[in-house]
């Protein structure tokens, strides 16, 4: 069973940018899809971004397209999140899973990596 460990979140203003990677361990990343959620206090886990491991094909959710960009690279076994023109209501925990096919199944987690946008 692989392992997903997230980093690279921190502290950041708003309007600026930061990228978020997920390493991939115990093994290579054969699940259909990577994808990214959040979880901001008070609120439910929502959906981020998803990207199909080999095609590398995108998809967004509204509140973050024009911004955020996610990409994998294969080779090193990681995928990434990069944010770009950062706001306050993108502070959050940011969760990194294992998808299938569909994107409604994800199988393995990562422990999260928190991102809080300052004003």
């Known amino acids: 069973q692989v392992q997903l460990v997230e980093s690279g979140g921190g502290l950041v203003q708003t309007g600026e940018s930061l990228t978020l990677s997920c390493a991939v361990s115990?093994?290579?990343?054969?699940?259909?899809?990577m994808g990214w959620f959040r979880q901001a206090p008070g609120k439910d886990r929502e959906f981020v971004a998803t990207i199909s491991w080999r095609l590398g094909q995108p998809l967004y959710a509204d509140s973050v397209k024009g911004r955020f960009s996610i990409s994998r690279d294969a080779a090193k076994n990681t995928g990434y999140l990069r944010m770009n023109s950062l706001k306050p209501e993108d502070t959050a925990v940011y969760f990194c899973g294992a998808g299938d096919i569909t994107g409604k199944r994800y199988s393995t987690w990562g422990q999260g990596s928190q991102v809080t946008v300052s004003s």
């Open positions: 115990g093994g290579t990343f054969t699940n259909y899809r």
